[in-house]
């Protein structure tokens, strides 16, 4: 396992990269917007020279005495990402066979309008590599964000995302082969498709790891070994729920949650104060009633010796689960 695998906090992530074409733009849609190429920017801020026509061609630019010098080519790309998160760090193996983590590297997601107003047949099109593989790309990655301590245990142990099945609470792909063949030649996904998805439950492959011969996603048996409650990975939440004084976790096998929410509102009943809906209409059936600032000092006391009563009588009806 590589350290940064535990010890790297969290991981800047771009997920879907949607390159988009336009032939003659519309600028007035992409004034707000910037984009990290500069010739762009000079199209989007009225500042292009006089005689160029599109984008400058920077595979073969040149750094001149005056400048930037280059092949000018019509028509502009324009990028733009789906989603930006910090937190969602997905495991795979890297060449030397160690854990590590992934991050996009792009998924991208090819759109071509003919400057008619009309799209093209490619539009949101993934594109297919040489060998029949997604364009959906997926890297080995060290996040500059390393510290001694490690993140907790369960932000891989039975975490799917970071196993690469996706967010246990949204719809995911079943079937790797029905989202390839539906892909097909236009590159289109099921309507299930989820960025953060790189695996089925049973294994099929949905995105591409590179280097693909030297890196890959986990396979069933290491999904397996991440969701195993073994003594070893209690050993080690026991110490990690240790150095952070949380020693009335450390008996229980589970958290049920729900079950002692329902318990304690019927101990003690609903929160007294429910918020109303934002932006309800005011009218005479709805007027606005001026209420007491609820952060002034005559009512914090009152508050606060309410809460530590109510606080104080749930501890003392807490009991520690029994080893069995």
């Keep these: 396992m590589e350290c940064h695998t535990c010890h790297a906090r969290w991981s800047a992530n771009e ?17 707000d917007w910037n984009f990290p190429d500069p010739t762009l920017q000079h199209i989007l801020t009225g500042r292009k020279r006089e005689g160029q026509a599109g984008m400058l061609d920077w595979s073969g630019a040149q750094a001149k005495t005056h400048g930037i010098q280059g092949e000018w080519k019509p028509g502009v790309w324009l990028n733009i990402f789906t989603e930006t998160d910090w937190s969602s760090l997905i495991l795979g193996i890297n060449r030397r066979g160690k854990y590590t983590v992934l991050k996009p590297q792009r998924q991208y997601f090819i759109t071509a309008n003919n400057g008619m107003g009309a799209h093209t047949q490619t539009k949101a099109s993934i594109p297919i590599t040489l060998d029949g593989r997604p364009g959906l ?5 060290t996040p500059h964000t390393i510290r001694r301590v490690t993140r907790a245990c369960e932000s891989c142990h039975g ?5 690469g099945l996706g967010d246990k609470k949204r719809e995911t792909v079943a079937d790797a082969d029905l989202f390839l063949r539906r892909l097909g030649p236009r590159g289109q996904p099921l309507a299930n498709f989820y960025l953060k998805q790189m695996l089925t439950k049973s294994g099929g492959i949905l995105q591409t790891p590179l280097p693909f011969a030297q890196t890959r996603f986990l396979n069933p048996s290491e999904i397996a070994a991440l969701y195993a409650d073994t003594d070893r990975h209690k050993a080690y939440r026991y110490l990690d729920m240790r150095s952070k004084n949380f020693p009335r976790l450390l008996a229980r096998e589970d958290y049920p949650y729900d079950d002692k929410r329902l318990a304690n509102e019927k101990k ?9 809906p934002a932006g309800q209409p005011v009218s005479q059936e709805n007027p606005v009633i ?18 530590a009563k109510l606080l104080q009588e749930f501890i003392q009806n807490l009991k520690p689960h029994s080893a069995d």
Excluded: C, K
């Design 290 to 307: 001026d209420t007491p600032d609820e952060a002034s000092p005559a009512n914090i006391s009152d508050e606060e010796d309410s809460a």
């Design 159 to 163: 975490n799917p995302m970071s196993a």
């Design 268 to 276: 003690f009943g609903l929160p007294s104060h429910v918020e109303e």
């Design 137 to 141: 790309i997926m890297a080995p990655h």
């Design 15 to 31: 997920w879907g990269l949607h390159a988009i074409r336009e032939e003659t733009p519309d600028l007035d849609n992409w004034r």
